[in-house]
Structures are given as structure tokens and as C-alpha cells.
């Protein structure tokens, strides 16, 4: 059962689209966030919401935008997609409440933009 | 700007080997210091963590090495295994008041049979 899904895993699209990554938890933690991994495999947090509250907006172009419909779900629309945005897109979510707070992840979202 | 520095950006070593991969940070306000595992095609997962009031902390065959007064820390593998292989990241925050880890550039270790 697995614990943060995304979808999709792949995403093709040309320059200009407008495309959207979902994810889910079923850990019944209050935090989620998105990170971007770029070709040389660095992470960078990009957003992150607890209990449906923005509480991390990185400098990020507005052409992404954050939307958590609930505590479970934190979904991620990207409009006029340039060939930058390639990269892995990766889902994480935390229980602050908890000793660590560790970060689960999602398995990626990969977006290749032509 | 990163707030933690990452060293090597790779290294292979031979089944048995000790890979070991440094990291070092500025912000002293720092106080939770995680590791991070990545196979390929996967999500990074936890694999060891350490807060700055211990000098070394080892689970199974990782250990992190601690060394506040110098800012840096460091994780080693031992007797490295080929499923070792993989990108390992450095992370640290300041827990519990902060939800933003800051994460090293990545090793990418390669363990030979």
C-alpha cells in the first residue's frame, strides 16, 4: 500500500502546455510538500502546506501553482511550460508533530518538456 | 545560496570499501542533521539521522560522524555492499522550529562486486 502516490510517474508535453502532477498520502500526516530534482540530481523544495495552509513558497515562477484540496492531497499545475521545468517532480510529506520529522517521498513525477 | 556543502559529487569503491561522504554547513542555528538514500527511478528515503548533541550515531553499517565545533558531519558505509549503490544526500534543518530541510548536492556512490 503505498504510502505518498503520484501521478502521473512520466509526462511528455510541448513548450507552452499547461500540465498538472497529483499526489496523495495515506500516512495521515498534517505537512506535504514538492521538490524539484533537476539533471544533476539536486533537490529543491519548491512548496510545501501544512494542514492546507502555504507555509514554504521558495522563489518559484507563478507559473506554478500549489493547490491542497485537503490534508491528504497536494496537487501541483504548472501553466506555459518551458524546456527549464524538465526535471523530476517529487511529492514529500511529514508529521511536524512527530521527533524527526522525516520526509516520505513519492516515487517522482518525471516532466520532459519539448 | 547552499546552506550545505557536499563532497564527493561520486566515488566508487570495491565491495568492502568504506565510502565516506562529507558535508558541511554555516547556519550554527542548525540542530537535526538526516541522511538521505536515493536508488534509481526511486524517491529519497530516510536512512539515518543525528541531532548536534552526540558525536557519532550508527545504524547497522552507516555511521554519521558529528564534529559541531567544526560544522561538518559525515557518513560512512561500512563494509559497503553493491546494493549500496546509490545517491546519498546530506540534509539539515532547524528542527523543530523550521519544516525547510536544506539538502546537500547528492553523492552518487557506486559499491563494485
Known amino acids: 500500500d503505498t504510502a505518498v502516490s503520484q501521478t502521473p510517474k512520466y509526462l511528455v508535453t510541448q513548450m507552452g502546455n499547461d500540465k498538472s502532477i497529483k499526489c496523495e498520502q495515506n500516512l495521515g500526516h498534517d505537512t506535504m510538500y514538492w521538490y524539484k530534482q533537476d539533471s544533476k540530481k539536486f533537490l529543491k523544495i519548491m512548496f510545501s502546506y501544512n494542514n492546507k495552509e502555504l507555509i514554504i513558497n521558495e522563489t518559484v515562477p507563478n507559473r506554478f501553482s500549489p493547490k491542497s484540496p485537503d490534508k491528504a492531497h497536494l496537487n501541483l499545475h504548472i501553466n506555459s511550460l518551458e524546456l527549464g521545468d524538465s526535471a523530476v517532480y517529487f511529492c514529500?510529506?511529514?508529521?511536524?508533530?512527530?521527533?524527526?520529522?522525516?520526509?516520505?517521498f513519492g516515487e517522482g513525477s518525471r516532466l520532459t518538456v519539448l | 545560496q547552499q546552506q550545505v556543502k557536499q563532497s564527493p559529487q561520486s566515488l566508487i569503491v570495491q565491495k568492502g570499501g568504506i565510502p565516506i561522504i562529507n558535508c558541511a554547513y554555516e547556519n550554527t542555528a542548525f540542530d537535526y542533521f538526516p541522511w538521505y538514500q536515493q536508488f534509481p527511478g526511486k524517491g529519497p528515503a530516510l536512512l539515518i539521522a543525528i541531532r548536534p548533541d552526540v558525536s557519532e550515531k550508527k545504524e547497522g553499517r552507516f555511521t554519521i560522524s558529528f564534529n559541531k565545533s567544526a560544522k561538518q558531519f559525515s557518513l560512512h558505509i561500512m563494509d559497503s555492499q553493491p546494493g549500496d549503490s546509490a545517491t546519498y544526500f546530506c540534509a539539515a534543518s532547524l528542527y523543530p522550529n523550521d519544516y525547510k530541510l536544506s539538502f546537500g548536492a547528492g553523492t552518487t556512490v557506486t559499491v563494485r562486486a
Open positions: 514529500a510529506s511529514s508529521q511536524e508533530s512527530l521527533v524527526g520529522g522525516e520526509l516520505f
